[in-house]
Nanobody
């Protein structure tokens, strides 16, 4: 079992920045991929950014150049630095973690990001 707790969401004006954090606990196994997903009202959930244990990263096209995903394995934490935020980034952001050798993703409860115009 892996528990994920996100923090850092809030209300910000367009053009502003936020940093999301997600702490993983509860597993003695290695976490391979950690990722951030988001779901806006009335829209499908989408993968925003992911990072593997080997630090390989991928991003949703609409956030490339604005968002940066990073992780601190010693702290079992993944971050999402979000700059130049736009109203269309408004969503609930969820952290996920996948253990090495598995295809199952653990999900956090989500943190709300609201970007005002």
């Amino acid at each position: 079992q892996v528990q994920l707790v996100e923090s850092g969401g809030g209300l910000v004006q367009a053009g502003g920045s936020l940093r999301l954090s997600c702490i993983a606990s509860g597993s003695s196994f290695t976490i391979n991929t950690m990722a951030w997903h988001r779901q806006a009202p009335g829209k499908r959930r989408e993968l925003v950014a992911a990072i593997t244990d080997g630090r390989s990263r991928n991003y949703l096209d609409s956030v490339k150049g604005r968002f940066t995903i990073s992780r601190d394995n010693a702290k079992n934490t993944v971050y999402l630095q979000m700059n130049s935020l736009k109203p269309e980034d408004t969503a609930v952001y969820y952290c996920t973690a996948r253990l090495s050798g598995t295809e199952f993703d653990y999900w956090g409860q989500g943190t709300l990001v609201t970007v005002s115009s």
